[in-house]
């Protein structure tokens, strides 16, 4: 048995491919363009293991999907290549169109015409799990409850409108053709292998190098923050128990401010790598705001919980000390990924902001 992964190089999906190979013997087939934010050396612990197999390709190539698809004849397709950073939207849209749409369609209907090929027990255990963000339900006012599965969809940026356009047709696919699918919206995930362009890597990056920790606009914007490997559970959870159509978010109930998480990365570098020009709180730097900034994200992860019997297992706490510890002890992985094109984002994200 094989699962095709896309987007296995980038930071969710190595943690998934990481922990599937440490829990199990199927093997996994990883489909990624490597763009700036794929990076083969996340996997490097695999090279030489007979179960894993890298491929360098376009989710949007649809001849080199089917062929993937017919030579490794896999058990199911989980998808998370995708462009990710919201500010990188905002600057350029089109890959996001380009990736999370086009890419999206082509991929389910390379797999519609692959599962409609399969018979008996293969066609009906085949799954397509589209990973998505809970960024397509838009913003949340101080006191309003949590998302949840039925909450609108209302995205607010390039990013969540190219997600929550890649949902539709993922639910349409189903809908119209029986495409088993899944989906799952998921909170902001944290931990080791974030590209540093996000809040917490960043942060931890920054500081190492004594450069100012930038805060968007009063700081006060809520994330509802999930260590990567409670969400790679949750996915293994979704794939093996989800029902088909169904939709799950994934949360860890830890909302936290973007002020307050950079300020606890501040308090455990402090504690675990003292720098003796003074707390790294020194470095806090309020900016120019996000455009369209979403005020607050929440989950109520409870069907997840319910149907599936998963739960976060890492606190806000225990998973930023984790993740902490990781970047303190991997300085070489940040070294390499902060290359001459990350530079280059820096300069133009943080320029303009004053
Ligand atoms: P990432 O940016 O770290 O990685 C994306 C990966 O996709 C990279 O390896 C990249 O090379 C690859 N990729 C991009 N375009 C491609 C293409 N056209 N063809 C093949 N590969 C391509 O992203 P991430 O943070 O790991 O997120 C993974 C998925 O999870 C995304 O779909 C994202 O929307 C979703 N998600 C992310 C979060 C989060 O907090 N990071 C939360 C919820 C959902
Ligand atoms: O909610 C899930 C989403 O979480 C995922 O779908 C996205 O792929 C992922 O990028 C993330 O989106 P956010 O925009 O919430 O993450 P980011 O790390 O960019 O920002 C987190 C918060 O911190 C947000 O309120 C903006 C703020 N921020 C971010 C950066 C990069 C700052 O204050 N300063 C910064 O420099």
Request: a negative charge; hydrophobic letters at 40%; aromatic letters at 12%.
């Amino acid at each position: 048995m094989t699962i095709l992964v896309t987007g296995g190089a980038g930071f969710i999906g190595a943690n998934f491919i990481l922990e599937w190979m440490r829990r199990g013997d199927e093997a996994v087939v990883n489909l990624d363009a490597l763009t700036y934010a794929g990076n083969a050396d996340n996997l490097a612990s695999l090279q030489g293991d007979a179960r894993y197999d890298f491929v360098c390709g376009d989710i949007k190539d649809r001849k080199l999907v089917d062929r993937l698809l017919r030579r490794y004849a896999p058990r199911a397709v989980v998808h998370f290549a995708a462009e990710s950073h919201v500010d990188r939207s905002i600057h350029g849209p089109d890959a996001f169109i380009q990736t999370n749409v086009f890419g999206t369609f082509t991929l389910l209907e390379a797999a519609r015409s692959y599962w409609s090929g399969l018979s008996g027990a293969d066609r009906d255990d085949f799954r397509f799990l589209n990973v998505s963000t809970d960024e397509v339900y838009g913003s949340l006012e101080h006191d309003d409850p949590a998302f949840t599965e039925n909450s609108c969809y209302r995205p607010n940026s390039p990013y969540s409108a190219s997600k929550a356009a890649a949902d539709h047709l993922v639910r349409a696919w189903h809908h119209t053709y029986g495409l088993p699918v899944l989906v799952s919206n998921c909170s902001n995930n944290y931990g080791p292998r974030q590209f540093p362009e996000k809040l917490i890597p960043l942060a931890i990056t920054n500081a190492l190098c004594g450069k100012p920790l930038p805060v968007y606009g009063d700081g006060m914007s809520v994330r509802d923050w999930l260590y990567v490997g409670d969400h790679c559970s949750a996915l293994q959870a979704v794939l093996e128990g989800g029902v088909p159509g169904e939709v799950y978010n994934i949360g860890g109930r830890n909302e936290v401010s973007a002020l307050e998480v950079v300020k606890g990365v501040c308090e455990l570098l402090d504690e675990l790598h003292p720098d003796r020009a003074g707390p790294y709180s020194r470095l806090i730097t309020f900016v120019k705001d996000r455009p369209g900034h979403d005020r607050r994200y929440a989950i109520d992860p409870g069907k997840a919980e319910y149907a599936l019997a998963w739960s976060a297992v890492e606190s806000f706490a225990s998973g930023l000390r984790k993740t902490v510890d990781w970047y303190l002890a991997n300085r070489e992985w940040t070294d390499n990924v902060q290359s001459g094109a990350y530079q280059h984002w820096i300069t133009r994200n943080y320029e303009a902001r004053g």
